[in-house]
């Protein structure tokens, strides 16, 4: 069966570091997602993503955060300037529409700020 | 309370068991899906509901949808140990799911 994959799967990053997480979505899906867990606590939802740009964001996804989808399989999510408070899980998401269609998630990429 | 929340947070039963985990929502949503997660993984999508269903079953799964309560219901039928894991209801508002703090379900051999 298909499967969101991600990559790195842990990540250590110095604080004020850029760090660029990466995943390859399922590859006929056309909506993309990006959430995060702090250790926890509950998934909070990120941005969403389609026709290579940002659908929905949340007050989390503030200007430290971009997303991509530099070529035709990946799609990523970039942190400018990494804070203590960024260590987090973060997941990335594919569906194949937008209305009722489950969203598909990865494993995850475990972030740790020093 | 805030959206998504699960009841309870933490659930031990024995193996063979039902597990009933209930979950209440704010939104006017489109859908309502769950899922579950097993410790240091991602989330695994289980059941969508949508908004004009009022039940429904996947193997030993079965959900129900009370839109005038805005609540939500997991059974999960005669439980294995396997069936150990976290499990969250989301919300489905445009884009975005909004989970909860989620239930610990923890089936004992």
């Known amino acids: 069966e298909p499967e969101v994959t991600q990559t790195p799967s842990h990540q250590v990053t110095q604080m004020g570091q850029e760090v660029i997480l990466r995943c390859v979505p399922i590859?006929?899906?056309?909506?993309f997602y990006w959430y995060r867990q702090i250790l926890g606590q509950k998934v909070e939802f990120l941005v969403s993503?389609?026709?290579?740009?940002?659908?929905?964001k949340s007050e989390i996804f503030d200007d430290q955060f971009s997303v991509e989808r530099p070529d035709g399989s990946n799609f990523t999510l970039k942190i400018r300037s990494t804070k203590l408070e960024d260590s987090a899980m973060y997941f990335c998401?594919?569906?194949?529409?937008?209305?009722?269609?489950?969203?598909?998630f990865g494993d995850g990429t475990r972030l740790s700020i020093l | 309370s805030q959206q998504g929340e699960e009841d309870p947070q933490a659930l031990s039963i024995q193996e063979g068991e039902n597990a009933t985990m209930n979950c209440s929502y704010k939104t006017s949503i489109n859908n309502l899906q769950w899922y579950r997660q097993n410790s240091g993984r991602g989330l695994v999508h289980l059941i969508l509901i949508r908004s004009n269903e009022r039940e429904k079953h996947s193997g030993r799964l079965r959900v129900t949808l009370d839109t005038s309560k805005k609540s939500s219901s997991l059974l999960i039928t005669a439980s294995r140990a396997a069936d150990t894991a976290s499990y969250f209801c989301?919300?489905?508002?445009?884009?975005?799911?909004?989970f909860g703090e989620g239930t610990q379900l923890t089936v004992n051999p």
């Open positions: 993503f389609y026709n290579n740009e940002i659908s929905e």
């Open positions: 989301g919300e489905t508002s445009g884009s975005r799911l909004t």
């Open positions: 998401a594919s569906s194949l529409t937008l209305s009722n269609q489950p969203q598909h």
């Open positions: 590859s006929n899906h056309l909506y």
